[in-house]
């Protein structure tokens, strides 16, 4: 009799604190988004899953490791390092609209362990007073727009110029030195 509290935890996984989360991660438009859950060893081999919803058990499973603890559909990737006992889930390309609940969980028979984790994603480009977005902004490689704008500047532009700016200094120095080595030259003595 008193053997039964210490099986029943041995047959049934979940009854304690299996899996953990942050509760809320927030995202920009545009950009990419990772989060990381941890779990208890006894679930390194079980498939790891990230989900949709409201509630967890109507939720939709938006991306599943497979048996390679890796699986990728859409935006959305997943990766299980079981050494250190975490699932990691990248969302890309990120919308206004993934706004929601997601769930961190496992596979198993019965009622699968997970973790909510609400999602936030704001908008890429802080507006000004009248509510229009301000020119700049991220995207998905987290670089602004105009920087290939000054690129284009810099190699059409101001390179080229500052290349004309030297060598007219060059050709003025050497001008410069070479009058003035005629003047410095000594007169024949003939004269």
Known sequence: MWLLPPLLLLIVPGSSVDI???????????????????????????????????????????????RSAFGMKERVSIRDDQTNHTFTVTMKELRREDTDTYWCGIER????????????????????TTGSPIVTSHHSNG?????????LLLAFLKVPLLLSLLAAILWGNRTRRSSGERQSQPRSENQ
């Open 20 to 66: 953990t989360g942050p509760e809320a991660v927030r995202g920009l438009e545009r950009g990419v988004l990772t989060v990381q859950c941890r779990y208890d060893p006894y679930w390194e081999t079980y498939l790891k899953w990230w989900c949709r919803g409201a509630k967890v058990g109507s939720c939709k499973i938006l991306v599943k490791t497979n």
């Open 109 to 128: 028979s019965g009622t699968d362990p997970a973790v909510s984790v609400k999602v936030t994603i704001d908008p890429d480009a802080p507006e000004d």
């Open 143 to 151: 670089r602004f727009q105009h920087s290939r704008t000054h690129f």
